[in-house]
């Protein structure tokens, strides 16, 4: 595919690698050598060796064929070193500097455009972070690693307009434990834009689903659409749309500097192109991390199975909203259920195995509920404050998978849960740390499979 | 006050007292042990000592006047123990025992409800967890510490009729760091109800916050919001109703045997009387800590500064549909802004101090922008991932403290966020992980100045 330079190059020059240790053309060049596999060329006036590596005065001096030039200069010096990379049919470049369109020098980002226009050169940015791989370890992140974290491998794949927002969706996501694909920031979008990023990410085996961060479509609102419907027909593509107020609407002009239409406009054409919706930045990783782990379920009757009531009303209270069925256990299976659980455990929906449950309990519990096939989706509540609910509760509920069936667990607390739900998501299995997160999550994946068969 | 023996006891029966390691009536005794400075009477047939103290077979054996007994044995030994108790002069009790209405057992609760009919003697529960007293050590969760944390000192006072919400709860604010005054789990309320409760707590000097996880009213619709309208003029009641939907209502009586009304008539009721109601599990505590290391802003004007674009945007989005307003700076205020930031900032409002922010260049907007009065209430947020934005900032926005108007900080990421975050809450800032959460959390503040000068 045309774009797989910039995620599996064979090289890299990089344009303002910088003698200044902390200077952003230095931690780009670092952060390189740490992990990336091909040859590395930096690129600077001032040839003497930084890191032990030649440097080199200009893109044209590099003795082999360049894939991947990374530009991180000020921005006035952009357009020529662009050029160069024309010149010496570089295809991908990412151009990191700021000082474009979205301070207002629409000028220059415009010279840029020329340069490239009629050639076989495509840009990602300017004004942007660029790329984290995390196969290939191309990082172009010029943040330091004890501030921004990486993502181990994973199968979701990020597309952010805004730098900000996606330096601290990598650094959460690396402490939560939670794996990427790909990630691009894409910045002011000169040639490259959300859409085409899109189009890209739906036909790369790496990715299994696509979470966006959208200030307005820089590409045209027709191919956009267009391009998410044929790709959400492969895989969810999950959109934060920032900027839908009136107000956030000025703020994302500020920012930006596109113009982002009416909130419910969008929304609208997010849900005809089959776009999966998130309304907080919590919910994008949500929804993400559920549809990464989850099989979608094909109904929208859920099961809550809790070993606390309160929990279960408020996950009940959150489905309603949301427009999930709890359906009762049938005669049948509630007559399973009381010859395996306790007189004084809930058998309605929720079931409350109450606060004396274990793991064994959660096992009869869910192995009678999958068989019923009574459910279409499980959500199942474990408040490990109760000493009786341990660690095997984790491969009672891992081993739940074979039954394909999309499972969320809910669960909160300090330490011990924390431990827990860290090893439950190591399993694959979606945790989200309130009911209301939770249920909303499921509805999601509800939601997806409800467009993919209608 | 009447209830104060509950949480400031001299002395302690513990009825049920356990000679065996992890039942219930052992883990109470020894968590009385750690803490509790007044002395502590074991009681249970079997008088072997335990953990080497004097153990007496009943209430009415113990030498001296008792202030609390803990009554933790089978529910059907109960009515007795509790006679006994009534007998000895006990003037509070704490029945934690199950087996009551909660189980359709109302009969057995009925003949508890009559042996202190007429007495002095007042009960917490039955079927509940008892009370947490940071200052007092007074501590009858019987879940182990490593399981459920117990938060250290603090003015947030919580009332939870679901013990696993409860002690969630404790657990998830241990973990986070934010102290709690009393905790009270009351269970089935065979005589106090969360309306008394919510009394005691109103006149109670630790309590800033009273938070309520409630499924039912247990007293009179009628007495409930009379008591919560004289309590809300002077403290803030922050109020998660479970159960609001049909099928909530449903998943509410088989759990607590409570009868939930429809939620339109609870919501309505809340705000006549003054109560600040949270819509999950998750705002509770947001709106909790938020409520308790704030002052109320005097007007609806939010100030959002921001070293992200996108952050700053979402927070927009939300400022809008809470009702706040963003009101940009005055030509006054702009120019001063002016001479103070780089040309590249942003001065509107989101005030975007862009990814080079430094610690400075917060001080310098925060001082400027509050000297103005264009404000009511500020939210700050600070993306750590970024290296120019050290621990000074910390100093920097505790420092804003002294001009006494609500500032909630937005922050989230990986090691180093929660370090700075922690640190911040230590201090007394309000730190949220998202900027929807944060900006409904200042929306909560404002609705409560609202209702009290309305």
Known sequence: MPFDKFFRPKNVAIIGASHSEGKIGYIILKSFMDGFKGDIYPINPNT????????????????????????????????????????????????????????????????????ISGTKTRVIGPNCLGIYD????????????????????????????????????????????????KFISYGNAMDITETDLIEYLGEDRDTRVIAVYLEGIKDSGKRFIEVCRRVSRKKPIIVLKAGKSEKGKKAVSSHTGSLAGSGNIYSGAFKQAGLIEAETWEELFDFARTFSSQPLPRGKRLLIVTDGGGFGVLATDEAERAGLELPEPSKELKKRLKDILPDYTVKNNPIDLTGDADAE??????????????????????????????????????AMKKHNRPIVVCSTGGEFSERMNKRLMANGVAVLPSPERAVKALSALHRYWKYLTS
Not at 84 to 108: A, P
Not at 138 to 154: A, M, N, S
Request: proline residues 5%.
């Open 134 to 181: 995390s196969s290939s370890s191309v990082d172009t992140i010029f943040l330091p690693k004890e501030r921004c974290g990486r993502p181990g491998k994973g199968d979701i794949s990020f597309v952010s307009q805004s730098g900000a927002v996606g330096s601290t969706m990598l650094d959460w996501l690396a402490e939560q434990g939670t794996g990427i694909g």
């Open 48 to 115: 003497e060796p930084i890191l032990g590596k030649r440097v080199y005065p200009n893109v044209l001096d590099i003795p082999d064929k360049v894939d991947l030039a990374v530009i991180s200069i000020p921005a006035k010096g952009v357009p020529e070193a662009l050029a160069d990379c024309v010149e010496k049919g570089v295809e991908v470049v990412i151009i990191i500097s700021g000082g474009f369109s979205e301070i207002g020098n629409k000028h220059l980002e415009e010279e840029c455009r020329k340069i």
């Open 361 to 398: 309990r959660y096992r009869l519990t869910l192995e009678e509920t999958v068989k019923s096939k009574e459910f279409d989706a499980f959500l199942i509540i474990t408040l490990f404050q109760v000493p009786t609910l341990g660690e095997d509760v984790v491969d009672c509920i891992t």
